[in-house]
């Protein structure tokens, strides 16, 4: 159990009367890169989000690093967790987004430092310090004091990878980071996440980028309707799909 | 650029035309204005600076601005309860803004006014249980409180929209992004959210500022005397109704005019990181 970055046991997840996650099982080892593919709508996204308590689960159970997400356990009883422990959790774990979501109003070393500092209490110079690293960690020294609207997609996505960063996180969460980018621009910010994952960062990956997963990947995962329809080996997944669902999708996006 | 174009360029009478008549009359107005005794500018000169316009002056600007501070806090406090998740607050904030923004802003002063008539005193205790402290509502609400409140409350009411169509325009995936960080919602509302919503607030809100300049004037049904009070005061008794009036318009549209630019900076700070695209 504890060995376990993430564990889901039957995790149920509804929108009102619809069921976006109808059972999910998974298990993510610490060092491990997960990468998760499906069309569009098959929930991806919401899994993601459940993991990093944007969402609350409906039914069956899901741990990071051996905890309960959402709740807390004592005896035989669940209680939900407080908005206060909520956020300390997330601290614990990085999540990129397909649009960046930088905030605007803040420079690229400002969107960095602002969660050390204003969650973590970091004093400002050693946060700055930190994020000046991540900064020139992800190939972006010399933009550390550009707004976001002055950078490109591609550099917009390498701050907001730092800005995970600076939380040191013990996952990262990646919500088909490379899909709103022009196509010149998405190496870029694989190869950061190359180096993460090279480093021994925990992560799972929704992408459609299959080379990467193929590459980088330690497991691959195919979504369709709210199940896993298949796992397994990224080459053996992307080589000899089991099931017809992922052979149709495979030859879609490859 | 090595070889510029040179064209003719468009040729545009109409403005030209429209430019001349704005200036013929500019030219009749400024000629009438100095030529014209009955502007009487020696009185205006006289009265710009007399100590009953300057107090009266005076008590505009302390209005304007404690009425504005107690609009803008309690319009954000009313914006984040109406946005809340809690029906309860969302619900009591709708019917504040209901109410406030239903009724004359006339009747709201003269019903502060008038409070000690339906409670003639305040007591602070337990609700329902004993009172520790009790007080003549008439000592407490003196004309100028009772402006304050009438001004300042229903301010809050007008704010309050303005403030919540602010946070509403702020991409929600901001606040996700925050909120995956790990930040409180207090933090995000503060330090995230509202940073944003503020380049959406801030021309309304200076639209407020300067209506609320001459709104002070109203206070004169409190019998609370501003500087619409002082010059009116002046020409009941000398009869320079005119001179008078200039007087007042000469102020008004200075503060207005400092008021702008004031506003010109604030909006500048504000669109930071947005402007420079
Ligand atoms: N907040 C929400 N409210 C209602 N429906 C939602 C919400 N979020 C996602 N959904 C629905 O859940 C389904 C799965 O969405 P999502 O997880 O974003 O899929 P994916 O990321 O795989 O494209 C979609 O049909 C979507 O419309
Ligand atoms: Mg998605």
Redesign the pocket.
């Known amino acids: 159990m504890t060995e376990l970055m993430v564990k889901a046991e039957g995790v149920h997840k509804s ?2 009367r ?1 069921e ?1 996650l109808k059972g999910i099982d998974l298990e993510v080892r610490p060092g491990e890169v997960m990468c998760v593919i ?10 993601l989000r459940c993991v990093n308590h944007l969402e609350k689960i409906n039914a069956g159970r899901l741990w990071v690093d051996g905890e309960l997400v959402g709740y807390t356990q004592k005896g035989d009883k669940l209680y939900e967790l407080r908005d206060r422990e909520v956020a300390r959790k997330r601290q614990e774990i990085g999540m990129v987004f397909q649009r960046f979501n930088l905030f605007p109003h803040m420079t690229a070393v400002e969107n960095v430092m602002e969660a050390p500092v204003q969650v973590k209490r970091e004093s400002r110079a050693e946060a700055r310090d930190h994020a000046m690293r991540l900064l020139t960690q992800v190939g972006l020294a010399d933009k550390t004091g550009s707004y976001p609207s002055q950078l490109s997609g591609g550099q917009q996505q390498r701050v907001a990878i730092a800005r995970a960063l600076a939380m040191r996180p013990k996952l990262m969460l990646f ?1 088909e980071p490379t899909s709103a980018l022009d196509p010149e621009l998405v190496g870029d910010v694989l190869a950061v996440m190359r180096q993460l994952a090279a480093d021994g960062m925990t992560m799972v990956v ?1 992408t459609h980028e299959m080379g990467f997963a193929r590459e980088v990947g330690d497991s691959l995962v195919f ?1 369709d309707g709210g199940v896993v329809v298949e796992q397994g080996s990224p080459r053996e997944v992307i080589a000899a799909p089991q099931h017809e669902r992922t052979r149709s999708f495979l030859a879609k996006v490859l | 650029m090595s070889n510029p174009i040179k064209a003719v360029p468009v040729r545009h009478p109409g403005r030209w035309l429209a430019g001349a008549v704005i200036l013929v009359l500019a030219a009749m107005l400024a000629h009438s204005l100095v030529t014209n005794e009955n502007f009487h500018w020696d009185v205006v000169g006289k009265y710009l600076t007399a100590s009953n316009v300057l107090n009266g002056l005076k008590n505009t600007l302390i209005l304007t601005v404690l009425s504005m501070a107690i609009g803008i806090v309690g319009g954000i406090l009313l914006a984040v309860m109406r946005l809340s998740a809690n029906p309860l607050l969302s619900w009591t904030a709708a019917a504040y803004i209901w109410l406030f923004r239903g009724t004359p802003v006339i009747t709201q002063l003269l019903f502060w006014f008038f409070l000690a008539a339906l409670y003639p005193r305040l007591g602070l205790g337990i609700p329902f249980g004993p009172t520790f402290l009790s007080v003549d509502t008439n000592s407490l609400i003196a004309p100028f409180t009772a402006a304050l409140l009438g001004l300042g409350l229903n301010e809050a009411a007008y704010m309050a929209e303005i403030v919540r169509g602010g946070i509403l325009s702020v991409d929600h995936g901001q606040t996700e992004a925050a909120e995956a960080l790990g930040m409180s919602r207090a933090k995000i509302l503060r330090r995230i959210v509202l940073p944003q919503a503020m380049r959406v607030i801030i021309p309304p809100t200076g639209n407020e500022t300067i209506s609320m300049l001459k709104t002070t004037s109203l206070v004169i049904v409190i019998a609370y005397f501003e500087l619409m009070t002082a010059v009116q005061q002046i020409y009941s008794r000398n009869f320079q109704t005119i001179p008078l009036l200039i007087v007042a318009a000469i102020w008004y549209l200075l503060l207005t005019s400092i008021l702008t630019v004031v506003q010109g900076r604030i909006e500048k700070h504000f669109a930071r990181g947005v402007a420079t695209r």
């Open positions: 929108f009102g619809t976006v499906g069309p569009s709508g098959s929930g991806k996204s919401t899994l919500d929704v979504m």
